[in-house]
C-alpha cells in the first residue's frame, strides 16, 4: 500500500514569492492533516480536513496560507507571500475518519523541507 | 483543552541499557494517547498507541508504555537500547470520548541518542 506522497521533497524560495505544496493521502483516508514543523519543535496542525471541508482552521495564517482539498482526496498548502519566518518542514498526514471511540492514528508523508531567503 | 510535555528534550543510553522517555498530559476528557519516532529525514512513524484498553501498551520494535490516569502520565520504555533506537521521540494527546476525536497535540520531543 502506498503511503502518503509528498511534494516537493525540498523548495528554496526568496521571502515575497508563492509557493505551493501537493499531498496525496492513503487511498480511503477521510481526514488530511496539514502541520508545520519548526527546527526543534514538535509539528503544529496548521488545518485538517475531514473529506473537502476544513474542519479545524484555527491555527492557519489566513492571511496568508489557503489550502484547499478538492473532491476530498489530494490536497495543496499554499503561501503567499512567503515571509523568511515560514522556513520549516511542512508535513502532510493522513487518518481514517476518527472514531467513536477518539482513536485514530496518523500516517504521516515525508514532509516539505521549505527555505525562505 | 489539551496539551502535553515532554519531561527531557534530550536523553543519552549506551546500548544495551533500558530507555525512558517521559510524558506528561493535560486533558479534559479521556484522552487518546500515542508516541511516535521520527529518524533522520524520515517520516513520523506511529510507535504505539493508548486507547482506552489495557493501560499497558506494547508498540514496534519492543517498545512499551503504561497509562497513568492519576499522574496523568504516559512514559515510554524499552528494556533493551538499540543503535537504530536513536531519533526524535513524540509523545501526542488526541481526542477521546465524544470530543473532537480529530484533534491532536505533540509535544516538542525528545531526541534519544545511543552510545556503543
Known amino acids: 500500500e502506498a503511503g502518503v506522497v509528498q511534494s516537493p521533497r525540498y523548495k528554496i524560495i526568496e521571502k515575497k514569492q508563492p509557493v505551493a505544496f501537493w499531498c496525496n493521502p492513503i487511498?480511503?483516508?477521510?481526514?488530511l492533516y496539514w502541520y508545520r514543523q519548526n527546527l526543534g519543535q514538535g509539528p503544529e496542525l496548521l488545518i485538517r480536513y475531514e473529506n473537502e471541508e476544513a474542519v479545524d482552521d484555527s491555527q492557519l495564517p489566513k492571511d496568508r496560507f489557503s489550502a484547499e482539498r478538492l473532491k476530498g482526496v489530494d490536497s495543496t498548502l499554499k503561501i503567499q507571500p512567503a515571509e523568511l519566518g515560514d522556513s520549516a518542514v511542512y508535513l502532510c498526514?493522513?487518518?481514517?475518519?476518527?472514531?467513536?471511540?477518539?482513536?485514530?492514528?496518523?500516517?504521516f508523508g515525508p514532509g516539505t523541507r521549505l527555505t525562505v531567503t | 483543552a489539551q496539551s502535553v510535555t515532554q519531561l527531557d528534550s534530550h536523553v543519552s543510553v549506551s546500548e544495551g541499557t533500558p530507555v525512558l522517555l517521559r510524558c506528561n498530559y493535560s486533558?479534559?476528557?479521556?484522552?487518546?494517547l500515542f508516541w511516535y519516532v521520527q529518524h533522520p529525514n524520515k517520516g513520523l512513524q506511529l510507535l504505539l498507541k493508548y486507547t482506552s484498553a489495557a493501560t499497558l501498551v506494547k508498540g514496534i520494535n519492543g517498545f512499551e508504555a503504561e497509562f497513568k490516569k492519576s499522574e496523568t502520565s504516559f512514559h515510554l520504555t524499552k528494556p533493551s537500547a538499540h543503535m537504530s533506537d536513536a531519533a526524535e521521540y513524540f509523545c501526542?494527546?488526541?481526542?477521546?470520548?465524544?470530543?473532537?476525536?480529530?484533534?491532536?497535540?505533540f509535544g516538542d520531543g525528545t531526541t534519544l541518542t545511543v552510545k556503543p
Open positions: 501526542v494527546v488526541g481526542g477521546g470520548v465524544n470530543t473532537n476525536a480529530g484533534k491532536s497535540t
Open positions: 498526514a493522513s487518518s481514517l475518519e476518527p472514531q467513536a471511540g477518539g482513536a485514530y492514528e496518523q500516517y
Open positions: 486533558s479534559s476528557y479521556s484522552p487518546s
Open positions: 487511498s480511503g483516508h477521510n481526514t
